[in-house]
C-alpha cells in the first residue's frame, strides 16, 4: 500500500494495520512544542513533582504551557510598573547602583512568578 493511501485512510479514520500505522507515524511528525521560560520550568516542575497533574492535562498539555508562559508575562508586566514607581527602584544616575535596583527587581518579580504561576499546586 502507498503513502498516500495510508494517509487518505488515517485521516478517514479507518483501521490501519500494524505496518500502515508505523508508515503514517514516519510521514506525520508531531508538532514539537515551543515553550518560553516558565512554560518549560512548569512543564518541569509538573513532569518531576506532580504526575497526576501531567495525567489530567493529557492532550491539554501545550495549551496549559502557553497559558503559563502568557501568565508570567501579563504578571511580570503589571508587577515591573509598579516597582518601578516606588522611590527604592527609581534610577538615580549612577550606573552600578541603578544595575543594582533593576537586579533586585528583577528577582523579586521571578520570585513572584516562580511561586504564584510556575509551582503553582492547583
Sequence with gaps: MNKEEIMRKAEAGEGLTEDEIKVYQHEVKPKEQKYGKYG????Q???????????????DLPKYLHGVDDRAQ???????????????????????????????????IEEAILNQIVYESD
Design 40 to 43: 518549560t520550568l512548569a512543564k
Design 74 to 108: 501579563d504578571l511580570y508586566d503589571t508587577m515591573y510598573a509598579q516597582l518601578s514607581q516606588k522611590e527604592e527602584f527609581k534610577r538615580t544616575g549612577d550606573y552600578m547602583e541603578d544595575v543594582r535596583r533593576l537586579t533586585e527587581m528583577q528577582r523579586i
Design 45 to 59: 516542575y509538573i513532569e518531576e513533582h506532580n504526575f497526576a497533574k501531567l495525567l489530567s492535562l493529557a492532550g
